[in-house]
């Protein structure tokens, strides 16, 4: 029953950032983990970044140390602030409620979103 609404992509050079949003609905947001998943053309989706309810954190290899995810309980969003783009970054990005925050198991129990375009190039 979440609903999520994602925002912020654009075009940003490389070495760029950008700071995604995803408003959740429901009163349940602050209690569930969420996550960040991206899915670029001819790939699986890939889950990059993970927060639990109490703000724990995990992420991908692939965006360790660039990305950094965030919660406000309060506003019922989660942020994806992403630094030093690069090209291979580029994706739609969604969000997600999930079922655990472990990047192997975890699983998206909301409804998906239309996804934010990143796009990555000089």
């Known amino acids: 029953q979440v609903q999520l609404v994602e925002s912020g992509g654009g075009l940003v050079q490389p070495g760029g950032s950008l700071r995604l949003s995803c408003a959740a609905s429901?009163?349940?947001?602050?209690?569930?983990?969420m996550g960040w998943y991206r899915q670029a053309p001819g790939k699986q989706r890939e889950l990059v970044a993970t927060?639990?309810?109490?703000?724990?954190?995990n992420y991908a290899d692939s965006v360790k140390g660039r990305f950094t995810i965030s919660r406000d309980n309060a506003k019922n969003t989660v942020y994806l602030q992403m630094n030093s783009l690069k090209p291979e970054d580029t994706s739609v990005y969604y969000c997600?409620?999930?079922?655990?925050?472990?990047?192997?198991?975890?699983?998206?129990?909301?409804?998906w979103g239309q996804g934010t375009q990143v796009t990555v190039s000089s």
């Open positions: 997600n409620a999930l079922r655990g925050s472990d990047l192997v198991f975890a699983v998206p129990v909301g409804s």
């Open positions: 429901g009163s349940i947001f602050s209690l569930r983990a």
């Open positions: 927060i639990t309810s109490g703000g724990s954190t």
